[in-house]
C-alpha cells in the first residue's frame, strides 16, 4: 500500500479511536478519576473536525464503473451537470486514436500556438507524429496538443466539437456537451459524472490509449532538440495498480480525476468532479469498491451443455454457448444470481453448426443482466430415408 493510502489509514483509525473511546470518557470525567466534566459540546466539535478530516471530502460528483461491464459500482450526483476541464480530453484522444494513424506526421497551424492553460509550447508548422501529440495532450495536458490535433482531424475546432458529441453518445454519454478538444471553460461546456465514465472506460478498453495514460514519461527527439514529457497524474506512483486516467483543473471546474486500476482480474474507472482531495478522494473510493465487489463468474460456458430434439425421431441437436460471462458482484448479490434456459421443444431441419437454437437469461434477481446465444454444435440434414417417412406419413 502506498504512502498516501498508508497515512490517511493511520489517521482515520487514530480519529475513530477518539471518536469512539476517548471523547465518551471526557465528556463523562471518566479519565484519571476526575468527577469534574468538560465542555461535552465543545469537545464533539472539535472531535468532529478532527475525525472528518481523516476523510477526503466529498466531490461535487462522483462515480466509480466496472470497464468490462459497465456497471456503476458508485455514484453521488452522477446524472448532475459539471464542467469537466481537462477531462475532455479523454474523449479527444480516443478518437484521433479510432480515427488517424498514429504514424502521421501533422504540421501544427497558427490556431494550436499560445493557446492558454497547460502547454508543451508547439511551434508554428514543426511537425510531429499523431502520437507524439496524444502523449503531449494525455500526459502533459497540453491544450496547443488538443487544438493541433481537432483540427488536423476534422479540420476546425468547431466540426472537432460536432464530433465529439457524436461519438459521446456513441458511447453512451447522452447527458454531455461538449464545445472544444482540451475543457476550456466555454459556454454549454458539461458532463456528468456517468457519462464520463462511460467515456473513459470505452477509452480504456483501446490498448494504445492504455498504454499511453499509464506511461509515466515521454521522450521526444527531433535532431538536437529532446523534449521529456512526464504524467501528471500522481496516483499512477501512489496507488497499487493505477493505470491511468487523466487529471483536470480550471477556477470554474475545480479539481477533477479520472483514474483507473486493476486489482485481482477486475478494472475500475473513477471519475470525481470538483473534488478538493481529488487524488485521497480516488483512492478512497476505488479502496472501497475493490473491497465490496469482486468479478465473478456468473456463467461458465465450458461447463454448459444441451440438446433438442428434432422433428425426426432419435436425432437430437447438441447445443452450446461459445463465451463465458463475468460481472461485478458482491458476496450478498452472487448467491442471487440466477440462469434461465431457453430451448424450444423441437428443432425443424436441416441445422447448420453455430446456428442459434437458443438462449440463456442471467438474472441478478428480477434484473436481466445477460442473454447470451445457445448455438448448434452440429450439422442435421434430413436423409432420404426421413423425407420418405413424412410423405408416408403425409399420405
Request: charged share 25%.
Amino acid at each position: 500500500m502506498s504512502n498516501l493510502r498508508c497515512t490517511k489509514s493511520a489517521c482515520r483509525t487514530i480519529a475513530a479511536v477518539f471518536l469512539f473511546f476517548v471523547l465518551p470518557c471526557l465528556c463523562f470525567g471518566f479519565l484519571g478519576g476526575g468527577t469534574e466534566k468538560i465542555d461535552s459540546v465543545s469537545a464533539v466539535k472539535e472531535c468532529i473536525k478532527d475525525f472528518s478530516s481523516a476523510w477526503p471530502a466529498v466531490s461535487k460528483a462522483e462515480a466509480v464503473i466496472e470497464e468490462s461491464s459497465g456497471r456503476i459500482l458508485w455514484e453521488h450526483n452522477s446524472n448532475l451537470p459539471f464542467p469537466m476541464a481537462s477531462t475532455t480530453k479523454i474523449l479527444t484522444a480516443i478518437i484521433l486514436i479510432e480515427d488517424r494513424d498514429l504514424d502521421e506526421e501533422v504540421e501544427i497551424p497558427r490556431e494550436a500556438v499560445g493557446v492558454e492553460g497547460s502547454s508543451v509550447y508547439l511551434k508554428e508548422g514543426e511537425r510531429l507524429l499523431v502520437r507524439d501529440l496524444l502523449y503531449g495532450l494525455l500526459l502533459r495536458s497540453g491544450n496547443d496538443c488538443a487544438a493541433a490535433l481537432a483540427i488536423y482531424h476534422s479540420g476546425s475546432i468547431e466540426h472537432f466539437a460536432e464530433n465529439m458529441n457524436i461519438r459521446a453518445r456513441a458511447f453512451g454519454a447522452s447527458c454531455s456537451q461538449f464545445q472544444n478538444p482540451h475543457g476550456l471553460p466555454a459556454e454549454g461546456h458539461f458532463t456528468t459524472a456517468n457519462d464520463l465514465a462511460r467515456i473513459a472506460a470505452h477509452a480504456m478498453r483501446n490498448p494504445t490509449f492504455r498504454e499511453i495514460v499509464s506511461c509515466q514519461s515521454y521522450t521526444i527527439s527531433r535532431g538536437a532538440e529532446k523534449r521529456v514529457w512526464t504524467n501528471k497524474n500522481k496516483l499512477l506512483a501512489q496507488y497499487q495498480g493505477a493505470n491511468g486516467i487523466k487529471t483536470g483543473y480550471t477556477k470554474e471546474a475545480g479539481r477533477c480525476l479520472v483514474s483507473a486500476a486493476h486489482k485481482n482480474g477486475m478494472q475500475l474507472i473513477c471519475v470525481v468532479l470538483n473534488s478538493p482531495d481529488m487524488y485521497e478522494r480516488s483512492a478512497f473510493l476505488l479502496d472501497d469498491c475493490f473491497t465490496k465487489y469482486s468479478m465473478c463468474k456468473i456463467f461458465s460456458a465450458d461447463n454448459f451443455a444441451c440438446s433438442v430434439q428434432t422433428e425426426v425421431k432419435g436425432k437430437t441437436c447438441r447445443g452450446h454457448c461459445e463465451t463465458n460471462v463475468f460481472y461485478p458482484l458482491t458476496r450478498e448479490e452472487f448467491a442471487e444470481i440466477r440462469v434461465e434456459t431457453i430451448l424450444p421443444e423441437c428443432l425443424f431441419l436441416p441445422v447448420r453448426a453455430g446456428e442459434c437454437i437458443g438462449k440463456i437469461n442471467i438474472y441478478l434477481i428480477n434484473q436481466l443482466l445477460f442473454s447470451q446465444k445457445i448455438v448448434s454444435i452440429d450439422n442435421i440434414d434430413k436423409s432420404i430415408l426421413d423425407i420418405l417417412r413424412d410423405i408416408a406419413k403425409r399420405n
